[in-house]
């Protein structure tokens, strides 16, 4: 088996409202970004317990994304300023414990920003490429003995 | 400090037998030389086994869920207060029936530097002169600096009881603790300084050594919830996501950490028993206090601040 080149892989939350429909148009309006995301749709960016996020970090994303409407504009009046203070309190933490910072990004794209969506993605793989894989979190995964 | 104790089985004695609890709940001497335990005395004969000195580590609050609508007392420190009052809020106590035994504290004492010293001998607590114990061990007596054997959470004492009720009690007894003025957070601020790398070997090498024995959850007076998304879901059509598996494996060891860290985030009272309990000695009060130092930045911090937001919170990047 040849060995494949690492490849940063990317775990994006998209609001269903918002950045869900801006990836949306990213691909109809034919803007490329790098296939590295893997998107998870959610109905708000508040939707997104820090759970979620370090569970994706643990099962190997070497980055995560939270996107959501913009403040003031959120489907459900005011999820995204929920969400706001906790990841950005989650945001403390992980840098507390050693994480580089552009790992986990919250941005807020609304369903217009197609081109704002790819250029976000290529932004984040760029620099996440050059912090290689995350090894935070990481340990090869063995069988415990005693 | 006999006195102290006296009183206290005094007015144990007195709630008992008066029918005005139907439990109190204090502290005994364990099995061990400086070990304290809980104590539940529900007839006034078993008074007799309370005992209260700077040796009574545990926080007693998280034992009122288990005698939920009974009447009970319970002896507790200043430090206490905070983590009380987030337990009564969280799981709706009936304040009525609770009865707080304020026990005058003068700082704690760590075991683990006292069994260097008296390996394992009884110490008897006979005064407290403010900035030292005097304490009788055998026939000897000894006077114990506090600076040198203060228990890590009693640097940074609130000193201070309020809201209590007016049914609540406050023993009298000499005793002080001189402000230490220690900064809470000169811990975080360390680590925070050190480069992102030294951080991560850091955290890699302390949470290697948990077991995930799950006490840090256990004990905390702030894991209250009836559920808990670390254990496994209950079988039935409403079985729910299996968060974390059994396996001893860093990446689920981070993710519990850091999970229960913003579980409690902006509820902690910071009790330390976390710290206290676990079997591995992980620095766990250092999440707590980075998050409450984090929380504390925020704009308009009330508790449950996790739970709320305001429209002049920073931006995340």
Known sequence: MSVKEWEPKIVAFLCHWCSYAAADLAGVSRFSYPPNVRIIRVPCSSRVNPQFVLRAFAEGADGVLVAGCHLGDCHYVKGNYYARRRLWVLQRLLEFVGMEPARFQVHWISGAEGAKFAETIKEMVDKVRILGPNRLFQEVKDICVG | ?317
Not at chain 2, 92 to 101: D, F, Q, T
Request: proline share 9%; hydrophobic share 35%; charged share 30%.
């Open chain 2, 1 to 317: 400090m006999r006195g102290l104790t006296e009183a206290l089985r005094e007015l144990a004695y007195r709630l008992l037998r008066e029918g005005e609890v139907e439990l109190f709940l204090g502290y005994s001497w364990g099995t061990l030389p400086l070990v304290v335990r809980p104590c539940f005395a529900t007839r006034p004969e078993q008074v007799e086994a309370f005992i209260f000195n700077p040796l009574c580590l545990p926080n007693l609050v998280k034992y009122l869920l288990r005698f939920e609508g009974r009447r009970v007392a319970v002896v507790v420190k200043k430090c206490e207060l905070p983590s009380f009052r987030q337990l009564l809020a969280d799981r709706n106590l009936e304040r009525k029936k609770i009865r707080l035994v304020v026990a005058p504290c003068g700082g704690l004492l760590d075991p683990a530097k006292l069994q260097k010293e008296f390996s394992g001998q009884p110490l008897e607590f006979i005064a407290d002169r403010g900035k030292e114990y005097v304490v009788r061990v055998g026939e000897e007596e000894k006077v114990l600096a506090k600076q040198l054997y203060l228990y890590p959470r009693c640097f940074s004492c609130p000193q201070k009881d309020e809201d209590l009720e007016p049914e609540d009690i406050r023993l009298e007894f000499s005793t002080s603790l001189p402000s230490l003025e220690v900064d809470p957070y000169a811990g975080v601020s360390y680590l925070e300084e050190r480069p992102a790398e030294e951080r991560r070997e850091f955290w890699d090498r302390v949470f290697k050594r948990c077991i995930r024995c799950y006490a840090c959850r256990e004990v905390c007076p702030a894991c209250s919830c009836h559920e808990c998304c670390f254990d496994p879901p209950l079988p039935g059509w409403q079985r729910t996501v299996d968060w974390m598996s059994k396996a001893h494996w860093l990446p689920e060891i981070y993710q519990y950490h850091l999970t229960r860290a913003l579980h409690v985030a902006g509820r902690c009272g910071e009790c330390g028993e976390c710290e206290r309990v676990c079997p591995v000695k992980i620095p766990l009060m250092l999440l707590v206090k980075k998050l409450a130092k984090e929380i504390q930045s925020l704009p308009g911090v009330e508790p449950g601040i996790l739970a709320s937001y305001s429209p002049d919170d920073p931006e995340p990047h």
